[in-house]
T-cell receptor, first 116, second 111 residues
Framework: DADVTQTPRNRITKTGKRIMLECSQT?????MYWYRQDPGLGLRLIYY???????NKGEISDGYSVSRQAQAKFSLSLESAIPNQTALYFC???????????????FGPGTRLTVL | AQRVTQPEKLLSVFKGAPVELKCNYS??????LFWYVQYSRQRLQLLLR??SRESIKGFTADLNKGETSFHLKKPFAQEEDSAMYYC?????????????FGKGTLLTVNP
């Protein structure tokens, strides 16, 4: 089945370390997103990409960067991790060419990141 | 600016009781709203969308533009409905849309 996968699924790191979270999809979708989920704050958009050459900041991009290496891959980097970046991170994809006005977002399983 | 408000962080009901998860939005454009659900240890998935006017797993939601609400309802809750529910609003013009999510409501259905 076409899917959205994330690696690693869990990661514990120390303050100041550089961390990369990876997202891959076999759905053939052109649009990819990174969200973080925090208790009581819901999901917040970090970055999004509507195609390989398009990268856009979301509502909470400070401290993060992304790379769209290919249509199927979208990586999120924390250049110098800090404890308040401890969260559950989700990648999502959607297809701009799908039928209808709405193109559903499909989520990966999440990466639980802990910054000590 | 667009905003989605889910006033209840936690909602607890008994099996067989009606359940209503509240969602209010603020958006100057034409709203499109959705409910996403996250069951324990599963990924977030779309539950329903207002434009489809569908019922999924017994849940319905009606967009009320006058009250700027999109409450999720089910007449008889089941234990398997226990999950985190997020209301989401599609915003931005043309085909370059994004979603903004509410903070979520954790629904617990007790036996």
């Amino acid at each position: 089945d076409a899917d959205v996968t994330q690696t690693p699924r869990n990661r514990i790191t120390k303050t100041g370390k550089r961390i990369m979270l990876e997202c891959s999809q076999t759905k053939g979708h052109d649009r990819m997103y990174w969200y973080r989920q925090d208790p009581g704050l819901g999901l917040r958009l970090i970055y999004y990409s509507f195609d390989v050459k398009d990268i856009n900041k979301g509502e909470i991009s400070d401290g993060y960067s992304v790379s769209r290496q290919a249509q199927a891959k979208f990586s999120l980097s924390l250049e110098s991790a800090i404890p308040n970046q401890t969260a559950l991170y989700f990648c999502a994809t959607s297809d701009s060419q799908g039928a209808g006005v709405w193109n559903e977002q499909f989520f990966g399983p999440g990466t639980r990141l802990t910054v000590l | 600016a667009q905003r989605v408000t889910q006033p209840e962080k936690l909602l607890s009901v008994f099996k067989g009781a009606p359940v209503e998860l509240k969602c209010n939005y603020s958006y100057s454009g034409s709203p499109e709203l959705f409910w996403y659900v996250q069951y324990s240890r599963q990924r977030l998935q779309l539950l329903l969308r207002h434009i489809s006017r569908e019922s999924i797993k017994g849940f319905t939601a009606d967009l009320n533009k006058g009250e700027t609400s999109f409450h999720l309802k089910k007449p008889f809750a089941q234990e398997e409905d226990s999950a985190m529910y997020y209301c989401a609003l599609k915003y931005s013009g043309g085909s370059n849309y994004k979603l903004t999510f509410g903070k979520g409501t954790l629904l617990t259905v007790n036996p």
